[in-house]
């Protein structure tokens, strides 16, 4: 089945993973946010990976290791992982077929594409990392 709204795995795993780092009073490492999630293990680990690298979380390698929210990311909010592992969301989104050409005078989708993108950078910016 098609969705309307779609989020990158990769996107989702980032997320969800900074919130449970976030929340969680302990280490936690990639099992257990496979666990919790079901996402692969190998996915979660190359996510968290670049956040290392990214500064917006701490790793500890061993038995007992895990993962523990940077101070970086306890200012940082959803928008900014997000467009960590996705890239800038457009400031624009248009029309998908970007001709002189077209046939309509105006988008026959009325919009919705732009206020979608714009609900959604605004909800992203609205949370930060730490409160989910």
């Keep these: 089945m098609s969705k309307i709204f779609n989020i990158s795995e990769a996107a989702t795993i980032a997320l969800h993973s900074m919130g449970l780092i976030a929340r969680s009073e302990k280490l936690i490492n990639t099992q257990e946010i496979a666990d ?17 690298k990214n500064g917006y979380l701490l790793s500890t390698r061993g038995p007992k290791g895990g993962f ?13 992982i997000y467009n960590l592992i996705e890239g800038e969301l457009e400031d624009n989104p248009g029309c998908k077929m970007h001709c002189d050409s077209c046939p309509f005078n105006s988008c026959i989708f ?9 609900e959604f950078r605004h909800y992203l910016m609205s949370k930060k990392v730490v409160e989910l």
């Design 36 to 52: 919790i999630t079901g996402f692969s293990k190998n996915h979660i680990s190359k996510i968290l990976q670049q956040l290392v």
């Design 68 to 80: 523990l929210v940077s101070d970086k990311a306890k200012e940082v909010n959803m928008l900014e």
């Design 110 to 118: 009325g919009g919705l594409e732009k206020k979608f993108s714009n």
